[in-house]
């Protein structure tokens, strides 16, 4: 069992920041991939950022020299630092931990709400 839940959210003007949390407690394993993902207002859900276990992150085009993440692998924590922020920022954002090893498994938590007063 694996749960999988976001911290931090809350509104900011635009070129605001913001730094939203997501830990993953439970039976996790190294090898587990976290994501952010989020959900706009008349899109579907779109990849934010990927961090794998060694660290390494890929991110969005749209959100490039904007936002870093961190990850504390050992506390299964991973964190989103959005600077710059834009109201076409706005949105749900959703922590994902995805496993290909020792079985697939995908986890989603409830999301934490971002708001950019435009």
């Known amino acids: 069992q694996v749960r999988v839940m976001e911290s931090g959210g809350g509104s900011v003007q635009p070129s605001g920041s913001l730094r939203i949390s997501c830990v993953a407690s439970g039976n996790t394993y190294q090898s587990d991939v976290m994501a952010w993902y989020r959900e706009t207002p008349g899109k579907q859900r779109e990849l934010v950022a990927t961090v794998n276990h060694f660290g390494t992150t890929v991110f969005a085009e749209f959100v490039k020299g904007r936002f870093t993440t961190s990850k504390a692998t050992a506390k299964n924590e991973m964190h989103l630092q959005m600077n710059a922020l834009e109201p076409g920022d706005t949105g749900l954002y959703l922590c994902?931990?995805?496993?290909?090893?020792?079985?697939?498994?995908?986890?989603w938590g409830q999301g934490t709400q971002v708001t950019v007063i435009g």
């Open positions: 994902n931990l995805r496993r290909t090893y020792p079985a697939a498994g995908d986890y």
